[in-house]
């Protein structure tokens, strides 16, 4: 079974930047047809999904972050980052990471992923 394991969540202001770090228990996602992404959820508000990357380093965003956050990873060390800057109130939420071995392309999709961290949190307010 596959864990995964966020930190970096915390309480910032307007136009502030974090980075949110996600370890994975296992190499696992330099296997081909392996995904990994980072999903968003505010009180009220569905799963929404952020970034993503496949195994063959194609990244996808949602509209609203491209030009502000970018999704990588670091192989040797099996962690999957998000870099987040110009932070505004409305991405505030839980970041869940997620990932899945039968994901050929990049997806934002909550169902194509089977494994899935427990969240940390990002708050944006001033």
């Known amino acids: 079974q596959v864990q995964l394991v966020e930190s970096g969540g915390d309480s910032v202001q307007p136009r502030g930047s974090l980075r949110l770090s996600c370890v994975v228990s296992?190499?696992?996602?330099?296997?081909?047809?392996?995904?990994m992404a980072w999903f968003r959820q505010a009180p009220g508000n569905n799963r929404e999904g952020v970034a993503a990357?496949?195994?063959?380093?194609?990244?996808k965003y949602v509209g609203s972050v491209k030009g502000r956050f970018t999704i990588s990873q670091d192989n040797s060390k099996n962690i999957l980052y998000l870099q987040m800057n110009d932070l505004r109130p409305e991405d505030t939420g839980t970041y869940s990471c997620?990932?899945?071995?039968?994901?050929?392309?990049?997806?934002?999709?909550?169902?194509?992923?089977?494994?899935w961290g427990q969240g940390t949190q990002v708050t944006v307010s001033s």
């Open positions: 997620a990932t899945d071995d039968l994901c050929p392309v990049a997806s934002l999709i909550p169902g194509d992923y089977g494994n």
């Open positions: 990357i496949d195994s063959y380093g194609n990244t």
């Open positions: 296992e190499h696992y996602y330099s296997d081909s047809d392996t995904c």
